[in-house]
């Protein structure tokens, strides 16, 4: 199964997110710029997501909704620069409502990759400080981890020959 | 959600630079198979003693690992809670994505199979 890589290297304001996808980047582009779309992947299953607006151009602004079963909601808005294509990706800024002032700038970028898709995320943010806020807040309250996470992670820490 | 300082931001990012260097991070993976001196560390890198104590100290200065001596060798311990620390960090916001992306598949094969049954 493809895997998602998370790239956070200490000392940088940036995160990079790659993950592979069996299908044409055509697609993948839709399931990322069609609202109606988006809210059936983005976040988890637990998690209803509304989108208040997504206006797709030059400009463009765009606000969805995270709701809990317990009520609680977490939003985000941001601008889409330049028109979202196919070849040039998707250029915009996020924001999450409950931290205000703290933007990132994300592109999203949609590669042709051995049949299938590679989609690229680069996030770069005002600080090391907000990068660090948002990969520990996960966007997401609490979800238990075991000592797994510690097996796998000492599994990815490769030997040196 | 909570977007906040953490207070243990400070010795995160002494973890985060110990586990920066790929023979730190090689150490650490030999040490999981137990304790060991400075030499057995030394052995398979072609990096001298001195250098591979100071890595260790390193480590040690991290809380990655602990050093204790039994007769007259001074053997190197790996520490799990850092990097179980670590690891939790950044395992929410992997389980954010996985999810997220494992959803976007099944939405994918969805539309490939109804762009299949319904062609143009």
């Not at chain 2, 480590?59 to 001074?74: F, K, N, P, W, Y």
């Amino acid at each position: 199964m493809a895997t998602t890589q998370i790239i956070a290297e200490p000392g940088m304001p940036q995160i990079v997110i790659t993950r592979e996808f069996d299908a044409p980047r055509a697609l993948l582009f839709r399931a990322y710029t069609d609202p109606g779309l988006l809210v059936q992947w983005l976040g988890p299953r637990r998690l209803t997501m509304s989108v208040d607006h997504f206006d797709v151009r030059d400009g463009g602004t765009w606000r969805y909704i995270h709701r809990g079963a317990d009520g609680t909601e977490a939003a985000f808005h941001g601008v889409f620069h330049g028109t979202p294509s196919l070849d040039g990706g998707i250029v915009q800024t996020f924001e999450f409502e409950g931290a205000p002032g703290h933007v990132s700038l994300e592109t999203v970028t949609f590669e042709e990759h051995a049949g299938g898709t590679l989609v690229r995320t680069n996030d770069v943010f005002q600080s090391v400080e907000d990068r660090d806020a948002m990969l520990q807040s996960g966007m997401q309250e609490g979800i238990n981890e075991s000592m797994e996470r510690l097996d796998e992670l000492l599994a990815r820490l490769a030997p040196v020959s | 959600m909570a977007v906040e300082a953490v207070e243990a931001d400070d010795q995160l990012s002494v973890v985060f630079g110990a586990l920066a260097d790929p023979t730190r991070r090689a150490l650490l993976t030999r040490l999981t198979q137990g304790d060991a001196t400075v030499a057995e560390l030394a052995a398979p890198f072609k990096v001298s003693q001195p250098a591979i104590s100071r890595h260790l100290k390193v480590l040690e200065q991290a809380g990655l690992i602990s050093r204790h001596r039994r007769a007259t060798a001074r053997l190197s311990h790996l520490e799990a809670e850092p990097l179980r620390e670590v690891t939790e960090w950044l395992a929410r916001y992997q389980a954010y994505w996985d999810e997220s992306y494992e959803r976007l598949d099944v939405l994918l094969a969805a539309l490939q199979d109804d762009h299949d049954e319904h062609p143009g």
